[in-house]
T-cell receptor, first 115, second 111 residues
C-alpha cells in the first residue's frame, strides 16, 4: 500500500536554528498538508498546499514557517528560527483530491525537539 | 468555521467488551466527510473508519462502527470485542476542505 514517508523520524535542534522537515507524499496525490501535535494535545492544522502554492494556512503558520515542493516529489516544512514551543510531532499528509470525498494518508511523523 | 468536539478525554474498557467514543461537530456545510483516526503509542495516525455525510447508512469496518446522526451533528465510534491493541488515542475529524481534528480520547483496554 502506498505510504507517505517522513524524514527524519526524530530531530533535536538548538533554539534559534533552522530546521527542514521532509516528506515524500504518495506519487499520484496532488494535495499536501502539514499538521502539528504538541505532546498530549490535539492535532492542529498548519498549512495545505496545491499546485505549488499554499491553499490555506492557520494562524500557527506565521512568517517563521514556509513550505516548498522543490523537486516534484519532496514536500518540505521549514522553520526558520526555532523556538522551544515549536517542539512537537509534525505530520505530513497527502490526498488525491482537495475536497470530499478524499481522505488523507498521514506519514509517521517527525518528532522535533527544540532545546 | 468547523469545530470538532470530543467530550471524553479518557475512557477505559475491559478486553472483549464494547465501548463508544463520542464526537460532535459544528458546520453549516451539507457535504462533508467524517473520520476516526487511531494514534497508538507509536504516534502514527491510522485511519479507522470514515462516513460520508450524504449517506444515511452507518459505516462499519470489522469491529468498528459509527453512529452518525446528521441532524444532531453527532458521530460516535463503537468498538466491539475490544482488544488490547485498541489502546490508543482516538481522534474524530471533519473534512469539508481541510481536515480538522477533535482533541482526542485516550482509550485504555484493560486485560
Amino acid at each position: 500500500e502506498p505510504e507517505v514517508t517522513q524524514t527524519p523520524s526524530h530531530q533535536v535542534t538548538q533554539m534559534g536554528q533552522e530546521v527542514i522537515l521532509r516528506c515524500v507524499p504518495i506519487s499520484n496525490h496532488l494535495y499536501f498538508y502539514w499538521y502539528r501535535q504538541i505532546l498530549g494535545q490535539k492535532v492542529e492544522f498548519l498549512v495545505s498546499f496545491y499546485n505549488n502554492e499554499i491553499s490555506e494556512k492557520s494562524e500557527i503558520f506565521d512568517d517563521q514557517f514556509s513550505v516548498e515542493r522543490p523537486d516534484g516529489s519532496n514536500f518540505t516544512l521549514k522553520i526558520r528560527s526555532t523556538k522551544l514551543e515549536d517542539s512537537a510531532m509534525y505530520f505530513c499528509a497527502s490526498s488525491e483530491g482537495g475536497t470530499v470525498p478524499y481522505g488523507y494518508t498521514f506519514g509517521s511523523g517527525t518528532r522535533l525537539t527544540v532545546v | 468555521a468547523q469545530t470538532v468536539t470530543q467530550s471524553q478525554p479518557e475512557m477505559s474498557v475491559q478486553e472483549a467488551e464494547t465501548v463508544t467514543l463520542s464526537c460532535t461537530y459544528d458546520t453549516s456545510e451539507n457535504n462533508y466527510y467524517l473520520f476516526w483516526y487511531k494514534q497508538p503509542p507509536s504516534r502514527q495516525m491510522i485511519l479507522v473508519i470514515r462516513q460520508e455525510a450524504y449517506k444515511q447508512q452507518n459505516a462499519t469496518e470489522n469491529r468498528f462502527s459509527v453512529n452518525f446522526q446528521k441532524a444532531a451533528k453527532s458521530f460516535s465510534l463503537k468498538i466491539s470485542d475490544s482488544q488490547l491493541g485498541d489502546t490508543a488515542m482516538y481522534f474524530c475529524a471533519f473534512r469539508n476542505n481541510d481536515m480538522r481534528f477533535g482533541a482526542g480520547t485516550r482509550l485504555t483496554v484493560k486485560p
